[in-house]
């Protein structure tokens, strides 16, 4: 069965459509990479899934349930309960908490469920991922540099028990080595039957190592990114 | 000067605890509960009721003092429950939901006045003292049991509270709701099950504080308005939200109005605290939280 699969997807904010009747399906395992411009459409997208967008029409399915449909209002109502289906966002601009340590910033992405009891190994997982972490575990997370904070905020989503994993714009406003890192370390992870989606403006960054990516253009999805790099294969499903 | 010292902890020991539950209500779901003074009576009138029943069974001692007191918080607890139904539910993910939640508390706080007075009638009620009659002598000073058992009291459950946020998972959520509601929301936090939790707690707090100050003054309909003004003036010099700030100006604002009321006249104690809030605010945007805390938002 498909990890996600939607189908005709509208959002936008009060009278703004920022999103144009998409449609997408990704299957367990798989990688995607979402490439565009700023004000695109890439973070409403993922907003979407997780129901943080002003409003929203459109079948999300996912592993077969219905977490999307019309909605006109209540932004973000949904979100706690979609989230705790297993889907982990890394928002973008971080969200992380800033008057928590970054042990508890870590924690609080294992809120959901069971999660909590083994959060201590989940944490010391993350830290294999992002070592630079681990000195700063008691250190306040309004104290970091960006792209200790960005660590924190794509650790926290890792944190969780979830089978599909949305990262925006991992690599915004940090330096280019920085960046490399942290995404170079974002997808060695081990998915297992999960599945990613990556917002990324770099297309460079996260080249030849997703398995597919697809350009957003005015709120829709294009293959012609995946086109241009010749060797993609256009991600299943995608109607245009 | 130690009378003085002793008077200010009292004030300060019941007037925080209204602040605090004000301050957590504000940084948490950003309402500014004007009903506060609305669910402070509310347990007042529970404590009063459930005294009232107590003494009728022949109950007298502790029982009595720990049912008052247990009783006024959860009266109060319930009150906030209900204001939070009214005001925060309905209103919660509405545009301008700040302006709507304060005038909605505002009309809870003026009809809730007159739905007591059609309750209770207009006569003051007296509630039994909690911590028995008495002094202690230290030195060259003394204080009453009622004095040094609100002092306690209050401590035991500001203690309480911040060890609750600090160490479990439900205070790390609420503390993850007050810094960042997206993040929050992204974690599966919900800010409306986490917000009625805050109405409680705040509402406890605010019911604690009601016995506390009903040993010295009377339950009444209105007499929620005079704990509610000194308990906003304490949250905004602490600087809404943070708790370290609002115990600081809960010691600071206790200080003045005893100073104020030993020296100059009872009826300044007003003035005093609005110029210093004043001022605080002018130097000090973020109140005194700003001071005692490094990284805030």
């Known amino acids: 069965m498909a990890i996600l699969e939607i189908e005709g997807l509208s959002a936008g904010y009060g009278p703004v459509r920022v999103l144009h009747d998409l449609s997408l399906t990704i299957e367990p395992g798989e990688r995607l990479g979402l490439v565009g411009l700023n004000g695109h459409g890439k ?60 042990r508890e910033n870590l924690d609080s992405g294992a809120y959901t469920g069971a999660t909590w009891r083994s959060r201590r190994k989940r944490r010391e997982r993350i830290l294999e991922v992002f070592p630079p972490l681990a000195p700063l575990l008691g250190q306040t997370a309004g104290t970091l540099s960006g792209g200790e904070r960005r660590m924190v905020s794509v650790g926290r989503a890792l944190m969780s028990d979830a089978s599909l994993y949305l990262v925006d714009e991992p690599s915004l406003g940090l330096a280019p080595k920085i960046s490399l890192n942290l995404v170079a370390a974002l997808l060695e992870i081990d998915l297992g039957d999960g599945a990613m989606i990556i917002a990324e403006q770099n297309l460079p960054l996260i080249e030849g190592r997703v398995d ?25 499903g995608v109607h245009l | 000067m130690i009378e003085v010292v002793i008077s200010a902890l009292v004030l300060a020991s019941m007037y925080g605890l209204i602040a605090i539950g004000i301050s957590l209500t504000w940084a948490s779901i950003g309402m500014l509960n004007l009903a506060q003074g609305f669910i402070f009576t509310a347990g007042g009138y529970t404590a009063w009721l459930y005294a009232q029943y107590a003494e009728g069974w022949g109950l007298e001692g502790v029982g009595l003092s720990a049912g008052v007191l247990i009783f006024g918080m959860l009266g109060s607890a319930l009150a906030g429950l209900f204001v939070g139904a009214i005001a925060f539910l309905p209103l919660q993910d509405r545009d301008n939901f700040r302006t709507r939640s304060l005038i909605a508390t505002l009309a809870i706080s003026l009809i809730g006045t007159q739905i007591w007075l059609i309750l209770f009638g207009p006569q003051n009620k007296p509630l039994p003292p909690v911590f028995g009659e008495g002094r202690i002598e230290i030195g060259p000073a003394g204080m009453s049991y009622q004095q040094l058992g609100t002092i ?140 005692l805390e490094d990284v805030r938002e």
Not at chain 1, 215 to 227: F, I, N, P, Q, R
Not at chain 2, 255 to 276: D, G, K, M, N, W
């Open chain 1, 43 to 102: 973070t409403t997208f993922l907003s979407a899934i997780v129901g943080l967008t002003g409003w929203q029409d459109g079948s999300v399915l996912f592993r077969g349930e219905q977490i999307g449909g019309r909605r006109t209002h209540g932004m973000g109502r949904k979100t706690p309960q979609i989230v705790r289906r297993g889907i982990a966002l890394a928002p973008q601009g971080d969200a992380i908490f800033p008057g928590l340590s970054v």
């Open chain 2, 152 to 291: 306690i009291v209050a401590s035991v459950m500001l203690a309480l509270v911040i060890l609750w946020m600090r160490s479990s998972r439900r205070g790390l959520q609420m503390r993850a709701m007050m810094m960042d509601p997206l993040g929050a929301a992204v974690v599966g936090v919900s800010v409306r099950s986490t917000g009625m939790r805050v109405l409680a707690i705040s509402g406890a707090l605010t019911g604690l504080s009601s016995v506390l100050l009903a040993q010295v003054f009377f339950v009444s309909p209105t007499s929620g308005v005079q704990p509610l003004t000194t308990g906003l003036i304490i949250s905004l010099a602490g600087g809404l939200g943070s708790i370290p700030g609002t115990v600081a100006a809960a010691g600071l604002i206790g200080l003045a109005e005893a100073l104020t009321a030993r020296y100059l006249q009872q009826s300044l104690v007003p003035f005093v605290l609005f110029a210093i809030v004043v001022l605080i605010l002018i130097f000090r945007p973020r109140g005194l939280g700003g001071l």
């Open chain 1, 212 to 236: 597919s990516v697809l350009g957003m253009h005015a709120g829709d999805l294009k293959l012609d990114v995946g086109e241009a790099l010749g060797d993609v294969p256009p991600a299943a």
